[in-house]
């Protein structure tokens, strides 16, 4: 079963907590609150970190498609390979 931002909490409580740790003030909006060791913008749902960029995805267009779920998945594994 695909999960949504909605199975967690009410969506306007997400969203406000995501527009709350986005620095909107100049041309680039910077991530203000925990980012990953990789520098990926995090934030906690449902005790699980997510990629603040996927929480905005999710937001705004809906779940991830499946195909780009599988295509990060196998680049992931590609470059865990090479390392």
Known sequence: MTR?????????????????????????????????TKGYGVLTIAKRQEYAHRVAYRLH??????????HDKKFQQKKRRQS
């Open 4 to 36: 949504t931002l909605k199975d967690y909490r009410p969506q306007h409580d997400e969203e406000q907590r995501f527009w709350d740790k986005a620095d909107r003030t100049g041309e680039c909006w910077n991530w203000t609150a925990t980012a990953s």
């Open 61 to 70: 267009h809906g779940e991830v498609p499946a195909c780009q779920r599988e």
